[in-house]
C-alpha cells in the first residue's frame, strides 16, 4: 500500500504559479511512474505530467512549456511546478503512483485560477 498526500494547491490569478507536492508514505524509488492528474467539473481525469524511475518526463502539449514536474527520492515527494497558470488550468490536481501493476492515487488538492 501506498498513501499519496497532495499539497500546495489554492487560487491564483491568471499569469501566477503555484507547486504541488506529493509526499508518499513509503520510498517512491521502485514506483514505475508518479504522475500528476486533473479533473475539471464535468470533464474526464487528464494526465498532466508523468515520470518514470528512469527519467523519462512526459507533458501534454496543453501544459508544456509551463508545468514542470519533479521528484525527490529521498523526500518521497513528486512536485508539480506550474508557471504562467491560465483560468482553463482550474481543476482538482491528482497524484498518481504506479507501484508493481497497482496505481495509488492521492486525494486531490483543488487549483482555481481565477482574477
Known amino acids: 500500500q501506498v498513501q499519496l498526500v497532495e499539497s500546495g494547491g489554492g487560487l491564483v490569478q491568471p499569469g501566477g504559479s503555484l507547486r504541488l507536492s506529493c509526499e508518499a508514505s513509503?520510498?517512491?524509488?521502485?514506483?514505475?511512474?508518479m504522475g500528476w492528474y486533473r479533473q475539471a467539473p464535468g470533464k474526464q481525469r487528464e494526465l498532466v505530467a508523468a515520470?518514470?524511475?528512469?527519467?523519462?518526463?512526459n507533458y501534454p502539449d496543453s501544459v508544456r512549456g509551463r508545468f514542470t514536474i519533479s521528484r525527490d527520492v529521498a523526500k518521497n515527494t513528486v512536485y508539480l511546478q506550474m508557471n504562467s497558470l491560465k483560468p482553463e488550468d482550474t481543476a482538482v490536481y491528482y497524484c498518481?503512483?504506479?507501484?508493481?501493476?497497482?496505481?495509488?492515487w492521492g486525494q486531490g488538492t483543488q487549483v482555481t485560477v481565477s482574477s
Open positions: 515520470i518514470t524511475n528512469g527519467g523519462s518526463i
Open positions: 498518481r503512483a504506479e507501484v508493481n501493476t497497482h496505481l495509488y
Open positions: 513509503r520510498s517512491i524509488f521502485s514506483a514505475r511512474t
